[in-house]
């Protein structure tokens, strides 16, 4: 069982920056790779970023060149630096992470990030 814990969303002026972060606990040992999705009503949660203990990352095309993802050095804290946010950018964030050894999905509670003047 992995447990993650989200923090960092909030609202934000179009060309704005945020940071979310995603802490995850228990079986953290397990995990191999970690990511970002988002989600607006009445659309499919889609992909934004993902990063592998590897250090591999995956972006949609909607946010290469303005969003980071990162992890720290324990591999148990997840981040995405978002820049030069836009409205399109407005979404439940959702943190994710697969573990091993039948890829089993762990989800955190999402955090609200609202780009907007």
């Known amino acids: 069982q992995v447990q993650l814990v989200e923090s960092g969303g909030g609202l934000v002026q179009p060309g704005g920056s945020l940071r979310l972060s995603c802490a995850a606990s228990?079986?953290?040992?397990?995990?191999?790779?970690m990511g970002w999705y988002r989600q607006v009503p009445g659309k499919q949660r889609e992909l934004v970023a993902s990063?592998?203990?590897?250090?591999?990352?995956n972006y949609a095309d909607s946010v290469k060149g303005r969003f980071t993802i990162s992890t720290d050095n324990a591999k148990d804290t997840v981040y995405l630096q978002m820049n030069s946010l836009k409205s399109e950018d407005t979404a439940v964030y959702y943190c994710n992470v697969r573990v091993k050894p039948f890829g089993v999905n762990y989800w955190g509670q999402g955090t609200q990030v609202t780009v907007s003047s």
């Open positions: 990063i592998t203990t590897g250090g591999s990352t």
């Open positions: 228990g079986s953290i040992f397990s995990i191999y790779i």
